[in-house]
T-cell receptor, first 111, second 114 residues
Framework: GNSVTQMEGPVTLSEEAFLTINCTYT??????LFWYVQYPGEGLQLLLK?????DKGSNKGFEATYRKETTSFHLEKGSVQVSDSAVYFC??????????FGTGTRLQVFP | DAGITQSPRHKVTETGTPVTLRCHQT?????MYWYRQDPGHGLRLIHY???????DKGEVSDGYSVSRSKTEDFLLTLESATSSQTSVYFC?????????????FGPGTRLTVL
């Protein structure tokens, strides 16, 4: 079945550093791909999404490109801020019409 | 903001007692979901609903039941709470008219079973 694998955290960075959080997937068909973010004490919020191969999702300086050839959807940001500290979840759609989430990657940004 | 509220936000209960969590939405969306979040597991789907009185099981449904008698409310019941059900529970809705579309989440309910 469809599944998502994310890099283990925590990822610890200094402010203004470049961020990459890896996400790879296994899927049948053509799933949509998502990144969600969870700030402390809150529910998940959609960060960005891509619905077909080579699409780039972007929001708040974050970007991810749907790479079918490498089955990846890595999250990147050129210059992180302390306020970006959160847990990030990669997700994809399943053939049975649901979302499947990765285990999450905690990002800690220090001034 | 998709107008999702959850109640209660925090609850402590004892093993063997029944517990009901409520999810309420204000925008009449068809699809609703209950997830649990645990360290190392991400979010796991418990049950979902695709309309009034139409519900189905997710991957971790044992020990849980749901009901949806109105479009706006989706109830999750732990029939006899166990310590393994200590978790944070999130409700979500799908706004795209299909289940596999962008989902919006409520603020969560932290449940502790002693």
């Amino acid at each position: 079945g469809n599944s998502v694998t994310q890099m283990e955290g925590p990822v610890t960075l200094s402010e203004e550093a470049f961020l990459t959080i890896n996400c790879t997937y296994t899927a049948t068909g053509y799933p949509s791909l998502f990144w969600y973010v969870q700030y402390p004490g809150e529910g998940l919020q959609l960060l960005l999404k891509a619905t077909k191969a080579d699409d780039k999702g972007s929001n708040k300086g974050f970007e991810a490109t749907y790479r079918k050839e490498t089955t990846s959807f890595h999250l990147e940001k050129g210059s992180v801020q302390v306020s970006d500290s959160a847990v990030y979840f990669c997700a994809l759609t399943s053939p049975t019409d649901k979302l499947i989430f990765g285990t999450g990657t905690r990002l800690q940004v220090f001034p | 903001d998709a107008g999702i509220t959850q109640s209660p936000r925090h609850k402590v209960t004892e093993t063997g007692t029944p517990v009901t969590l409520r999810c309420h939405q204000t925008e009449n969306h068809r699809y609703m979901y209950w997830y649990r979040q645990d360290p190392g597991h991400g979010l796991r789907l418990i049950h979902y609903s695709y309309g009034v009185k139409d519900t189905d099981k997710g991957e971790v449904s044992d020990g849980y039941s749901v009901s949806r008698s109105k479009t706006e409310d989706f109830l999750l019941t732990l029939e006899s709470a166990t310590s393994s059900q200590t978790s944070v529970y999130f409700c979500a809705i799908s706004v795209g008219g299909r289940g596999a579309d962008t989902q919006y989440f409520g603020p969560g309910t932290r449940l502790t079973v002693l």
